[in-house]
């Protein structure tokens, strides 16, 4: 499973970039809107602090409601770094959504079908032709429904009819989400910069560190 960053904050990108875990960075308006920086500007610099990812997810903004209005958007944000080939459009999941989905796709863009909720939505979004769908697993447990099983069935069904959408399990809260969505067979988890350091971290690990740098104080020198 390939791991994204899911932020729009510049600094947390470039960390999590330097130590060479992340395939690719996934936005929305409230993460852009956390910043308070201009989206376009903000997508432009994240694109350029991360050449190396299959993607970058910009978002078409809530105002877009119809299929003509996203597709305009996102003829917008393609041109924001020049044709870069890791723009992705993400797009909300609506039958609008869905069209532009599916023109985009015809046109090579790559996309992403955001706030997925049930097997059905990823089936529709994956054969609209997304690159990738985006389970948002962790408002599915604040509703005391099983976020992970949503992966999990999801997951299956693309392997039982060879759809080729990856599957982005968003919405991750903490490591065990991480390692469950693994097992479950997401493609990629998007996660905060929180949770990679807390994926980091290990009491005992901390323990260890500590005990050799006691020890060394005892080694001759
Ligand atoms: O990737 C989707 C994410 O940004 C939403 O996460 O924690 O607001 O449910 P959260």
């Known amino acids: 499973m390939k791991l994204f960053i899911d932020t729009a904050n510049l600094e947390d990108i470039r960390k999590a970039y330097r130590i060479g875990v992340l395939s690719g960075v996934t936005t929305n308006p409230s993460l852009v809107a956390k910043e308070g920086v201009k989206f376009e500007d903000r997508i432009a610099e994240i694109l350029q602090a991360v050449p190396e990812v299959e993607s970058v997810s910009a978002e078409v903004t809530p105002d877009a409601v119809t299929a003509e ?96 959408t990856q599957i982005i399990a968003a919405s991750v809260r903490h490591p065990d989400h991480v390692t469950r969505v693994a097992l479950a067979g997401a493609h990629i988890a998007t996660v905060p910069f929180s949770v990679i350091e807390q994926l980091v971290k290990h009491p005992l690990t901390d323990q260890g560190l500590e005990k050799f740098a006691a020890d060394w104080k005892k080694a001759i020198q």
């Open 69 to 164: 209005e996203m597709i305009a958007q996102a003829n917008e944000l393609i041109k924001i770094n020049n044709n870069d080939k890791n723009i992705t459009i993400k797009l909300p999941m609506t039958l609008a959504g869905l069209e532009a989905c599916r023109y985009l796709s015809r046109k090579g863009v790559k996309t992403n079908v955001t706030l997925i909720f049930t097997v059905n939505q990823a089936l529709l979004a994956a054969r609209a032709g997304a690159t990738y769908v985006s389970p948002f697993l962790g408002r599915l447990d604040d509703i005391s429904e099983d976020g992970v099983q949503l992966v999990t069935r999801v997951a299956e069904l693309f392997r039982v009819h060879n759809l080729d």
